[in-house]
């Protein structure tokens, strides 16, 4: 199936600073895929120039088919977007902002989207400005919603919103993926993504450092804790991409990516003089995004290492 976002090689410049660079990726049609990143890594830039709202300084990107930079105005007609600060005329009731936007597309909005604020509890008399921030979101998601769009892009969607109304707010997108539909969801909260993510993409500094299915990010890296005893001689060579070390006491934790995870290297530590216990655990996809946050720029743990031992050791 032809995917419903693709991106090819997208730089966005704003005067001497960069916000994305080089960025490739594709989203495929019926999941949750998840731009994950830190405030300022370029998120909002490219869910902006995939509306069709921020003109890229090279490469193309394309929505539903159509060409961002050419069918901006297509594209934010079709699709449904939840922006960070949502704008709302917060004169109107629940029910008048409905009927309002229901003017803008065809039959069955105003309906839809008043089976959502039911479905939310939200009541459709009450004027915008006397409602919670959590009302609010529930609002703007339902008119994002209410046209039925085969893409949903939500923009740090939670923010600021409490425990109960965010778990009810990202349980609904899970429901949106299940009709066949895909949500494009913006988020720096790792553990929320975490519940309800089909994809991610982890974005730092407007550079793409990892796109996967979440279930095969998480069974490609181990954390593995070497327990030493003394001094230990050389250790074999990691067989795999090493994004994170540490060393507490007479242990080193490594998380390793990829072909690290090959038992037989597990057998080599063993047979070291000195490696007292070998241990594997699969860590939690905060976990991983803390790695690759701290990865430096000159690629420490971003290539397989001759010998550990000449980092761990030196």
């Not at 709302?88 to 409905?98: D, F, P």
């Not at 915008?128 to 008119?143: E, I, P």
């Not at 998380?255 to 070998?278: F, P």
Request: aromatic content about 6%.
């Amino acid at each position: 199936m032809s995917p419903i976002i693709e991106v090819q090689r997208l730089t966005k410049r704003f005067s001497r600073h960069t916000a994305l660079c080089d960025v490739s990726l594709k989203v495929p049609p019926g999941c949750v895929f998840a731009l994950l990143g830190e405030n300022g890594a370029g998120k909002t830039t490219l869910i902006r120039t995939l509306l069709g709202l921020e003109t890229p300084t090279s490469g193309t990107a394309s929505v539903l088919g159509h060409d961002s930079r050419r069918d901006g105005e297509v594209i934010r007609r079709e699709v449904g977007y939840l922006p960070e600060r949502p704008m709302l005329y917060e004169w109107m009731t629940a029910a008048e902002i409905g009927w309002f936007t229901g003017g803008f597309y065809g039959d069955g909005f105003e309906t839809n989207y008043r089976n959502m604020l039911n479905g939310f509890r939200v009541p459709s008399d009450r004027k915008l400005a006397k409602m919670s921030k959590g009302m609010k979101s529930k609002v703007a998601l339902s008119l994002a919603m209410a046209h039925s769009p085969a893409l949903l892009i939500l923009d740090e969607p939670t923010s600021g919103l409490d425990t109960l109304v965010r778990r009810e707010f990202l349980e609904s997108m899970i429901d949106v993926a299940a009709d066949g539909r895909t949500v494009l969801l913006s988020s720096h909260q790792i553990s929320e993504v975490e519940r309800v993510a089909d994809w991610v993409a982890i974005v730092r500094e407007g550079q793409l450092l990892d796109v996967s299915p979440l279930d095969q990010l998480k069974a490609s890296i181990r954390e593995w804790t070497i327990t030493m005893q003394g001094t230990a001689s050389a250790i074999p060579a990691c067989p795999g991409r090493i994004l994170s070390q540490v060393r507490d006491g007479h242990q080193w934790k490594l998380l390793v990516r990829d072909e690290a995870l090959a038992s037989d290297w597990t057998e080599r530590l063993l047979s070291i003089d000195g490696v007292v216990a070998v241990d594997l655990r699969t860590p939690s996809l905060e976990e991983i995004f803390v790695a690759y946050m701290r990865l430096d720029n000159r690629g420490l743990g971003g290539q397989p290492t001759d010998a550990i031992t000449d980092k761990i050791y030196a």
